[in-house]
């Protein structure tokens, strides 16, 4: 678990999957970073529901349908991370 609890409202990042690399190498739409709101949280777990904010429309991922996990390092999409201090 991170340092920081998610909770309920709070603003974090979701790294979207993108889409399969292609034969040549290519993708079509490489994995990004989206802003999400935490909508719901499972008990002592980073494990959180999220509704994505995407160019084209929200996006939920729900506890129900498997959440989204924890991931800092961003290695993995379908993941949300603490946004960067800047």
């Known amino acids: 678990m991170s340092s920081f609890r998610p909770s309920v ?7 979207s999957l993108g889409t ?14 989206r802003a999400a ?4 949280v499972e008990a002592d777990s980073d494990l959180v529901g999220l ?6 429309g929200t996006f939920f991922h ?3 349908a498997g959440g989204c ?6 290695a993995f999409g379908g993941t ?3 946004p960067e201090r800047v």
């Open 80 to 82: 949300w991370h603490w």
């Open 9 to 15: 409202g709070r603003t974090v990042h979701y790294r």
């Open 37 to 40: 709101i935490i909508t719901e």
């Open 20 to 33: 399969p690399v292609r034969e040549d190498g290519t993708q079509e739409f490489p994995p990004q970073c």
């Open 51 to 56: 509704a994505v904010l995407n160019p084209t």
């Open 69 to 74: 996990a924890h991931d800092e390092a961003l």
């Open 62 to 64: 729900s506890l129900a």
